[in-house]
């Protein structure tokens, strides 16, 4: 629909299909005239062409706070915040710690980092982090829908500390 704003009542309310070349990368500007970001739906139909984003989401790195106490990942793409069991329960330690919480740094809907909270602080040494389903039912999902595959994982080795 175009926008209501330019609407007079005569003028068509509904612009025509775009002709897409394969190839070209497009972008899709949608204005919501409200401060949440729910009470629109978008869907496409016909046509050959893929429209979303094909990139498969993955965890990208890891690094871990001074204290060993605390783990940071990096996406390798953007993620629905809300697909973040906030329990922690999306992934699992291979040994050392349990993980007690996770928590996003989500920018209105979606994120490209997260922070795992341990229950105590890691030894220095080897680990792998490796994602689960979730308490929530999912683990990490893209804005497609598309979630981060069960067992990826990344790993870790916290280094050990010099006294000075």
Same mark, same amino acid.
């Given at each position: 629909?175009?926008?209501? &704003?330019?609407?007079?009542? @005569? ?24 401060? &949440?970001? %729910? ?31 605390? !783990?940071?990942?990096?996406? @390798?793409? @953007? ?6 069991? &906030? ?15 996770? &928590?996003?740094?989500?920018? +209105? ?8 909270? !341990?229950?105590?602080? !890691? ?16 683990? !990490?999902?893209? @804005?497609? +829908?598309? %979630? ?17």
């Amino acid at each position: 629909i175009q926008c209501a &704003s330019a609407y007079n009542g @005569n003028a068509p309310r509904f612009a025509s299909m775009p002709k897409l070349i394969a190839g070209h990368q497009y972008i899709l500007l949608v204005s919501h005239f409200t401060d &949440s970001q %729910s009470g629109y739906a978008l869907s496409f139909s016909g046509g050959t062409a893929s429209i979303t984003d094909t990139t498969k989401p993955a965890l990208k790195s890891i690094s871990s706070s001074c204290g060993a106490n605390k !783990l940071y990942i990096n996406l @390798n793409k @953007n993620m629905k915040c809300s697909s973040l069991a &906030s329990d922690g329960s999306d992934f699992t330690i291979s040994s050392g710690a349990t993980i007690i919480s996770a &928590s996003s740094y989500c920018n +209105g809907f979606d994120m490209d980092s997260l922070e795992l909270d !341990l229950s105590n602080p !890691l030894s220095p040494g080897n680990y792998t982090i490796t994602i689960k389903t979730g308490t929530d039912g999912n683990t !990490l999902l893209d @804005n497609c +829908g598309t %979630s981060v595959p069960v067992g990826d994982s990344l790993l870790l080795n916290i280094h050990r500390k010099s006294v000075v």
